[in-house]
């Protein structure tokens, strides 16, 4: 069993940023997918990082505003958002998965963290 503990988010301005961080013993091992869900909305696949970190892949509305990351020794991964928009607003988990490919697909991930509020507005 694997448990993902996400970073606190919080309430952001538009144009502000924020870095959420998801940390587990062996996330090493797992590629690690951040997905988001607005009221209202269906689950989103919003970023993707392989276990080596060689490969990255973003949705196309964060492409150039959001960078995943991750620290293998720290046996942590980052979403540093930028540039953030009222429209970023919801609920933000992060997944492991050891297999796993793009664009990114809620059911190839085994283990969810419990998800953090991320809100934007001013």
């Known amino acids: 069993q694997l448990q993902l503990v996400e970073s606190e988010g919080g309430l952001v301005q538009p144009g502000g940023s924020l870095t959420l961080s998801c940390g587990a013993s062996r996330l090493r091992d797992y590629a690690i997918g951040w997905f988001r869900q607005a009221p209202g909305k269906e689950r989103e696949g919003v970023s993707y990082i392989s276990s080596s970190g060689l490969t990255t892949n973003y949705v196309d509305s964060v492409k150039g505003r959001f960078t995943i990351s991750r620290d293998n020794v720290k046996n942590t991964v980052y979403l540093q958002m930028n540039s953030l928009k009222p429209e970023d607003t919801g609920v933000y988990y992060c997944?492991?998965?050891?297999?796993?490919?793009?664009?990114?697909?809620?059911?190839?991930?085994?283990?969810w963290g419990q998800g953090t509020q991320v809100t934007v507005s001013s």
């Open positions: 997944a492991a998965a050891l297999v796993a490919g793009t664009p990114l697909r809620a059911y190839e991930y085994k283990f």
